[in-house]
């Protein structure tokens, strides 16, 4: 992926309006949600960015369908726990293209039609042009699928699995910055028709506990003037109402993610936001607004604590290529070698596929954070929980 540097901060008539509208700025939160959710001019919103190879960035499952198929064991041991007979929810919150739940549904279909056929797919999905085009393509879905948010289910609670699989770090952040002897808040606001960004009011409760919490309170000489990183304020309500709409299960959250010493690291002093776009990074979250993916990453003891709070309880917790790893990858790499050598070129792509995925410096850096409610799914139980190998 190419680094782009900042350029030009033009301003879209619509952004303008609305900034003026607000009086001049906005806390950068509200900006991240306007730029990727809005439904007409958001990058989500209106179904503008593309996943995959040739769109504006790959995720695990936009690379092939291996990683859902080294995922479904562990999503059948889970739905296997669940009460025998009763209806079963496999919901995937943040579908993007859609890859991965019409994957997983065609793995669970092949690999334990016991559980595909008391299976429903469920897509949580808040952005309309990314719904259409999940539509589309799971037409194909051999399991029954339909699109409900968090409230509608939360009226008739689902047992099943929920997948978190790069969506957490889709939800708008609040960006903090030092400025002298107090943590701000950062706001984007118009300057001589520019965006600029501002370090402006101090920070008030809850959230100067929270920094208190992640050791950034008292201030001291380790993070200087102009620090800045970000918080989540958007995890506590998105767990509370995933919760509300399971009554028992798991809920997997597959995402970048640190622990809070080396999330607010005083080295790391430009925070973990990013911006994709046509395979560029980019750290300039004002450029072209609404059209790049703004993502941040997870700290996982405010995830942790944001799900506890909202009525989970911790499963487990691992590096995504020690969860391939366990469930099989290996195995599947070392079976490339009995390919037919006609088939040299698939194979070889099948293998770095393969090998993307579990990178430590790449995709295998993810964390998968697992987390049960009601029922008798937790139990202390360790992640990756596999119990048996897969058929390669
Ligand atoms: C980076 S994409 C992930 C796509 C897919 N999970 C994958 O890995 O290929 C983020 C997705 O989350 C959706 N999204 C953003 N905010 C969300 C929210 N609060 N709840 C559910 N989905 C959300 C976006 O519209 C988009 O479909």
């Not at 289910?153 to 002298?180: C, F, K, N, S, Y």
């Not at 799900?307 to 911790?314: D, P, V, Y």
Request: proline share 8%; net charge negative.
């Amino acid at each position: 992926m190419k680094t782009v540097q900042p350029g030009p901060r033009a301003v879209p008539a619509w952004l303008r309006q609305r900034l003026l509208r607000a009086g001049g700025s906005v806390p950068f939160l509200t900006y991240m949600e306007w730029v990727l959710h809005d439904p007409e001019h958001g990058a989500y919103g209106s179904g503008r960015l593309s996943i995959g190879p040739h769109g504006d960035f790959v995720t695990a499952p936009s690379l092939s369908a291996e990683f859902a198929q080294l995922l479904a064991p562990q999503v059948a041991q889970w739905l296997e726990r669940l009460p025998r007979g009763a209806p079963l929810a496999l919901v995937e919150t943040g579908p993007g293209e859609g890859q991965l739940a019409l994957q997983l549904a065609q793995a669970l279909q092949a690999g334990w039609p016991h559980l595909a056929e008391r299976t429903e797919l469920v897509l949580v999905e808040p952005n309309a042009g990314m719904a259409e085009r999940q539509r589309r393509l799971l037409q194909a879905s051999p399991l029954p699928v339909r699109w409900a948010d968090f409230t509608a289910l939360a009226t008739t609670p689902l047992r099943g699995v929920v997948l978190a699989h790069e969506v957490l770090d889709a939800l708008a952040v609040e960006r903090i910055e030092r400025r002298g002897d107090h943590w701000c808040r950062q706001r984007v606001l118009l300057v001589d028709d520019r965006l600029a960004l501002e370090a402006a009011e101090p920070l008030a409760e809850p959230l100067l506990s929270q920094l208190e919490g992640l050791g950034l309170l008292p201030l001291d000489g380790r993070r200087p003037e102009g620090w800045r990183s970000e918080l989540h304020p958007g995890l506590a309500p998105w767990l509370a109402a995933c919760a509300g709409a399971l009554a028992e299960g798991t809920l997997l959250v597959i995402d970048y993610a640190h622990e809070a010493h080396r999330y607010y690291a005083p080295q790391r002093s430009n925070g973990t936001l990013m911006a994709y776009r046509l395979q560029q990074a980019s750290d300039d979250p004002l450029r072209d607004p609404g059209h790049w993916d703004l993502t941040a990453h997870l700290c996982l003891e405010s995830l942790n604590e944001a799900a506890r709070e909202g009525g989970w309880s911790l499963l487990g917790s691992c590096r995504q290529g020690e969860a391939l790893l366990a469930l099989g990858l290996a195995q599947r790499l070392h079976a490339l070698q009995s390919g037919e050598p006609a088939r040299l070129e698939e194979l070889l792509k099948r293998r770095e596929s393969l090998l993307r995925l579990v990178d430590p410096a790449a995709l295998g850096d993810f964390r998968w954070i697992a987390f049960t409610r009601g029922g008798p799914t937790g139990g202390g139980q360790q992640l990756p929980l596999f119990l048996s190998q897969p058929e390669v």
